[in-house]
């Protein structure tokens, strides 16, 4: 139902899903790729299309429990009669097959570096859209309490990056391909509008949605309520002001009928940028100019002290 130039804003791992979109529609139907003729700009924060390495410790840990899962489970099969077996086993295929746990499981899958390099190395994008990016490092100051326990893991997990924002590597939040090396990354690299990294963390653009995890300290110093326009208004004001993005006309309000306004020499006009002021300063000049001028008798008129 979209029938204007349109853009899409992704935050974290929704990055990486727009990407994905992206490259779906571009192959997709006619009535899709109709709708990516008019597609426009992105814009991404903390992005997570290149990967995490939380991502790819949790994938290992997940794969970890389910081996030693399988053997806790073979202790008990001498034990336990063949109906009790097949009970346990459908029971632990109805959650593994259920879709919460298969949204996790992918959602986890997507997110590790195997996953992003997968994407990139398959997908093709739209190559005449500007791309720019939000990026931080969280510092002391910067960092939530209840961040510290992901931010010190992500710092054990990485050996390769050393600046973060809790979730995801400085290097790995650029808005372009990094894990392969392919037409398509190049032309995104192109496209790249890189910003200035800002001091803060990945949760930045949220408020309400943690504020049951948030403690004192971090109401203290405000670390939730910095201001969210920063994250989405940037992004409009350039791709305005280089006409990615069309401004719309503003429509001329209608005027009554009657004579034109009369305006005496000398008088500002009220609709002029900066009218009232420019008067005000030049009555303020000519009063200086009259105290500083001496009288046609030859004496200085009196000065204010």
């Given at each position: 139902h979209v029938k204007t130039p349109w853009g899409w804003l992704g935050y974290s791992q929704g990055c990486a899903n727009a990407f994905r979109a992206e490259a779906l529609m571009l192959q997709g139907t006619p009535n899709q790729r109709a709708l990516m003729d008019k597609f426009r700009c992105r814009h991404l924060l903390f992005s997570a299309a290149n990967g995490s390495a939380h991502a790819v410790c949790s994938d290992m840990k997940i794969l970890r429990a389910l081996v030693d899962g399988e053997r806790f489970i073979k202790r008990f099969?001498?034990?336990?009669?063949?109906?009790?077996?097949?009970?346990?086993?459908?029971?632990?295929?109805?959650?593994?097959?259920?879709?919460?746990?298969?949204?996790?499981?992918?959602?986890?899958?997507?997110?590790?570096?195997?996953?992003?390099?997968?994407?990139?190395?398959?997908?093709?994008?739209?190559?005449?859209?500007?791309?720019?990016s939000m990026r931080a490092v969280c510092e002391d100051h910067t960092l939530p309490e209840c961040l510290i326990m992901l931010a010190n893991t992500l710092v054990q997990q990485m050996d390769y990056a050393t600046d973060h924002d809790t979730q995801v590597a400085l290097e790995e939040a650029v808005a372009h391909p990094i894990g392969v090396q392919n037409e398509n990354a190049r032309l995104l690299s192109e496209v790249d509008i890189?910003?200035?990294?800002?001091?803060?963390?990945?949760?930045?653009?949220?408020?309400?949605?943690?504020?049951?995890?948030?403690?004192?300290?971090?109401?203290?110093?405000?670390?939730?309520?910095?201001?969210?326009?920063?994250?989405?208004?940037?992004?409009?004001?350039?791709?305005?002001?280089?006409?990615?993005?069309?401004?719309?006309?503003?429509?001329?309000?209608?005027?009554?009928?009657?004579?034109?306004?009369?305006?005496?020499?000398g008088d500002e006009s009220p609709d002029s940028n900066g009218g009232r002021e420019a008067t005000l300063v030049k009555k303020r000049v000519e009063t200086i100019e009259q105290t500083l001028t001496p009288s046609r008798d030859g004496s200085k008129s009196p000065t204010r002290s």
């Open positions: 099969q001498a034990s336990m009669s063949h109906p009790t077996q097949q009970l346990a086993l459908q029971l632990l295929g109805n959650v593994l097959t259920s879709r919460d746990c298969f949204a996790v499981l992918g959602s986890v899958q997507s997110l590790t570096h195997e996953g992003a390099r997968r994407m990139w190395r398959d997908g093709q994008h739209c190559y005449r859209a500007p791309t720019t890189v910003s200035a990294v800002q001091r803060t963390h990945h949760w930045s653009p949220l408020e309400d949605e943690v504020s049951f995890i948030a403690t004192e300290r971090d109401e203290k110093l405000a670390m939730f309520a910095t201001p969210k326009d920063r994250h989405v208004f940037p992004w409009l004001e350039v791709n305005a002001r280089f006409g990615v993005i069309s401004r719309l006309a503003t429509a001329a309000s209608p005027r009554k009928p009657g004579p034109e306004p009369q305006i005496a020499a």
